[in-house]
């Protein structure tokens, strides 16, 4: 794997001038959108089960309660 100056070059300026003219059309974007939420979801992420809240911990509930009325 090799770092490439000349694309590192091309990605600023393609990202420099969607800024500049409010649009997105460099593919960049993509990545770095990517990367967000990629990093998001590592920050969730805890190597031991004490203290934490699965996602759908009170999903089997909802589908139970969501039928009738209360």
Known sequence: MRFDKES???SVREI???VESG???ATTWLWIL????L??????VKLTE???KPILAN???MTKNSGGTK
Do not use: I, N, Q, Y
């Open 8 to 10: 590192m070059e091309r």
């Open 23 to 25: 649009e997105l059309t």
């Open 16 to 18: 420099k001038s969607d």
């Open 59 to 61: 999903f089997s509930r």
């Open 39 to 44: 990093g998001l979801l590592a920050s969730c």
């Open 34 to 37: 990517g990367g967000g939420l």
């Open 50 to 52: 004490k203290g934490t």
